[in-house]
């Protein structure tokens, strides 16, 4: 059988950071890309770098470098780029000097933190996938007395609602009247997962604050503020990562416009014969 040429729509719209994957194709199903002038229906439609993609109306840009942003997200906030209940979102509360971000993985309305903001879509789906091996670290306040040996069913894993999580390690830090702080450390990123864990075991919590994901740690950053990792610690601490590479990727982006200023000049060069 004959291979077909090109990408899927939806990754190249991945890729480029316009959506996540789901995003997508949501956006695919609402007729909101056009491809060549014609609005598509399938998110696994090839395209090639020839074809001309529109999103709204609005071209599809050169792809940018890949970035990445640290971001102190405040409680109250959605992360999501709407919500039904129109709450206010991560997205709102942005500076108007960032580019279009998606997050990497997602706190809840009630927890803060860290979380990772980039502008690249496959950087952004890798790493959230729990074979990546980043681990996630959190400062949690619990209302409760836990003793010695209250966190030894989360060590070894736990079972809650028919959904089996992964061994989390969790160390108690102090006792503050009727709460106990406590810092925990896990490898993927499920919905709720700590909060439904610890009230498998018996207790409620009521802060959650995510202080690194990874190499990369909140600091002394503040609510509400974002900071763009450095390129070059970006390519250290991502080089490696799997199979993707920030420098794949640039070397790839690179090449991409290179060959698209080539065809610019061979189009410019038979215009004028």
Request: aromatic fraction near 4%.
């Amino acid at each position: 059988m004959t291979e077909v040429a090109g990408e899927r729509i939806a990754k190249v719209l991945v890729r480029h950071g316009v959506a996540s994957r789901r995003e997508a194709e949501r956006m695919i199903a609402a007729g909101r890309v056009a491809v060549n002038g014609k609005s598509i229906e399938s998110p696994a439609l090839n395209v090639r770098e020839t074809d001309r993609i529109t999103v709204d109306g609005k071209a599809l840009g050169n792809r940018e470098p890949t970035r990445v942003w640290l971001y102190n997200k405040p409680r109250g906030l959605v992360t999501s780029t709407r919500d039904q209940k129109r709450r206010p979102t991560v997205f709102d509360s942005l500076p108007d000097t960032l580019p279009r971000v998606l997050s990497i993985g997602r706190l809840d309305i009630d927890s803060e933190g860290l979380l990772l903001l980039t502008n690249d879509g496959e950087i952004k789906r890798h790493l959230e996938l729990p074979s990546t091996g980043w681990v996630r670290k959190y400062r949690v306040r619990l209302h409760g007395r836990p003793g010695k040996d209250s966190f030894a069913l989360l060590a070894k894993g736990i079972e809650v609602g028919g959904e089996r999580f992964r061994p989390m390690s969790v160390t108690l830090d102090r006792q503050q009247g009727g709460n106990a702080w406590v810092s925990v450390a896990l490898r993927e990123g499920r919905n709720r997962e700590i909060r439904r864990a610890m009230e498998a075991i018996g207790f409620s919590v009521n802060r959650l604050i995510r202080v690194g994901y990874g190499p990369f740690q909140l600091g002394k950053l503040q609510p509400g503020d974002v900071t763009e990792v450095r390129p070059r610690v970006l390519r250290d601490q991502l080089g490696t990562v799997g199979a993707v590479k920030v420098s794949d990727l640039d070397s790839r982006k690179r090449r991409a416009s290179r060959g698209s200023r080539r065809r610019a000049r061979r189009t410019n060069e038979s215009s004028d014969t």
